[in-house]
Each structure stands twice: as C-alpha cells, then as structure tokens.
C-alpha cells in the first residue's frame, strides 16, 4: 500500500484518480479548495477511512509543506491548476500563481520531505497548433496560451528538480479528457461536457464549424489509471508521456453516439467556427505504453454511452 498525495482531489481528474487510488488500496490524501472542484465528486471517498482531507490553496504560502511534512506521502500526484485555457488569457497572473508558481512549490515540498515521486498534469496544449500528426513526445513545443506555457515551463521545473535531487517525475501530457463530472459550465468548457449537459436538459447543441474537426479524446477513467500506474508502479524512470489513445473522432461522430440515446431530441445547429480553434488533434501513444505500460482501454462509443448513462 502507498501513500499518494492528490493536489486537485475535489476536481474532474482529480477525483477519478482518488476513487480508483482507493479503490487499488492505496492510502489517499487530498488536498483541494474547491475553486473549480466540487465536494460532491469526494462523495465515496470521503467515506473511506483510507482517504484524509485538507480545504486548502496549493498556491498559499506553507499549505503545501504543512501537509507534505504531516503526511510524509511516498508520490505526489500534482493536479491542481487553472484549468481553463480562456481563463489564462484573461488571468494571466493567476495563471502564473496557480500553474507556475505552485509546481515550484510542489517541487520544494517533494524535496525537502523526501518524496521520491511526483506525477504532474500536463497537457497536449503544450504542442500549440501542430501539423504533423500524431503528435509524439519530440514534437515541437509551440505553446499559444498562458495556460499551455504554464505546463511546458512546469514540466521543466519538476525534470530539472527531479534530476538535481533525485526524485522521479512524470509528467502526463493529458490530450482531450472527457467524463462524469467534467464542468459543463462555461462555453470553453470541453465539448462532450457540454453537449451532454445540452442533451440531457432536452435543448440542442450547436458545432462550431463542419463538425469535421477531429480530437484525440480520451476517458477519464484512462486518465485516471494513468495517474495510479504512474505513482504506484514500482519501477518508472522520470520522463514524458502523451496520455492519449491515438483514434482521432469527429464532432459529427460523437453527436451520432448522442443522436442514437437521444433519438427525441432537436436536431443539431451550425455555428461560425471558433475563432483560434484549431482542426485536429492526435496523440502518438506509444510512448505511454513504453514508459508506463499504460495503453487506453475505453472505446470513445463505451466512454459516452457511460457519460450518458451516468447520473
Ligand atoms: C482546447 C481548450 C480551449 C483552447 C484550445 C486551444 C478545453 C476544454 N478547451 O480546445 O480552451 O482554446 O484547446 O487549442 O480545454 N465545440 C462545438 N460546440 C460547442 C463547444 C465546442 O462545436 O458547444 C467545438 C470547438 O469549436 C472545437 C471542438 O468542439 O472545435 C472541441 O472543443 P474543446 O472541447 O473546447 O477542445 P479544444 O478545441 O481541443
């Protein structure tokens, strides 16, 4: 059994990883303020005497190290952030604190507390707008955001710390993750979040552009068995990963899955693309399955049927 420190607990991935943490015997601790993460997604987790709760900000002078010290965890798993991209161009010092500045903390915590092993949320926004698909680990790094600088600039920090004091570091370049309680609360939320919460309240979806435009999406149940194979696997040397499944699905295609459970519903609406929107996005997963043994498992069809179906 070991001991896994969850920053971001409360949150879509954050939450996921701790119920499926738990539910392989690990010893969970979670530390979450609940700015963008919901008490509601602890609800089992709260109720097992195997999982310990901090309220708190990552980003507050000595919340980090005061768990950390307490708790004395055997990994980090470091999934507190900004995590709208719109949000980091409009707070771009928030950003900086939230998903710069709080890696570092995170960092210090692991070294000065003798956590032998961090694994950080990175994201596919790192790549920018690529052309050459799929994407792999070697592919340029041309972040266009704040948000997509914070976690290249992120993963550095954590590799560089980790060979300077000899932690191991992972760093999970997560491409579109979808599921049960993503937050469908803002129009840049994640697509399937808000087409299933359009769906489900009985009004229609509109696609931004032909609805052609294709992304590499993948379960947050995958996500979340990346995360545990990562912290808890005995042998991992520091390094990246692509958390993707390398399939590439249209937006027409995943309303076709919506259709067929909502076959009442009014039909879909064209809208202008997205301006900054870019076509495609795939993930080279081979990489993953190389370092981790991780290789997803949920079909996009499984994962939306279950989306779905969920309360
Ligand atoms: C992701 C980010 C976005 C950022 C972009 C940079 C998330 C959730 N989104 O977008 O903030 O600007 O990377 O490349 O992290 N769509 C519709 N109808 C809707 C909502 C979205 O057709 O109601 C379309 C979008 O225009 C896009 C596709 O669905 O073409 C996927 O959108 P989204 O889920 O936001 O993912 P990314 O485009 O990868």
Not at 4 to 33: E, M, P, W, Y
Not at 95 to 117: D, S
Not at 273 to 285: E, F, K, Q
Request: hydrophobic share 45%; proline share 5%.
């Amino acid at each position: 059994m070991a001991h896994v420190f969850v920053t971001g607990a409360a949150g879509f991935i954050g939450s996921h990883t701790v119920d499926r943490l738990l539910a392989a015997g690990h010893a969970v601790i979670g530390l979450d303020n609940f700015r963008t993460g919901r008490r509601a997604n602890l609800a089992a987790a709260l109720a097992s005497p195997h999982f310990s709760f901090h309220e708190g900000d990552v980003s507050a002078p000595g919340t980090l190290a005061e768990v950390v010290s307490a708790t004395k965890p055997d990994a980090i798993i470091h999934l507190a952030a900004l995590v709208s991209v719109q949000e980091s161009m409009t707070n771009p010092d928030l950003n900086y604190a939230l998903n710069i500045h709080a890696t570092h903390l995170v960092a210090e915590a692991a070294r000065l507390h003798a956590v032998h092993r961090i694994v950080f949320a990175s994201s596919a926004a790192i790549y920018g707008d690529a052309s050459d698909f799929p994407i792999r680990e070697s592919t340029d790094k041309k972040p266009i955001s704040p948000y997509g600088s914070a976690k290249l600039a992120s993963e550095a920090l954590l590799l560089g710390h980790g060979a300077a004091f000899g932690l191991t570091v992972r760093c999970q370049r997560y491409f579109n993750v979808f599921g049960p309680r993503q937050d469908p609360a803002s129009p840049y939320s994640g697509v399937i979040s808000i087409f299933d919460r359009r769906y489900r309240d009985g009004k229609g979806v509109t696609i931004y552009g032909d609805g052609q435009q294709t992304r590499d999406f993948i379960s947050v149940h995958d996500v979340a068995r990346a995360n545990v194979l990562a912290a808890t696997a005995p042998t991992v040397s520091s390094g990246v990963a692509n958390i993707c499944t390398g399939r590439a699905t249209s937006l027409l295609e995943v309303i076709g899955v919506f259709a067929r459970h909502y076959p009442q519903a009014p039909a879909f609406l064209h809208g202008a693309p997205r301006t900054g929107d870019i076509l495609h996005s795939l993930g080279a997963p081979e990489h993953a399955a190389a370092a981790l043994g991780f290789r997803a498992e949920v079909s996009v069809e499984e994962g939306l049927s279950e989306l779905i179906r969920s309360g």
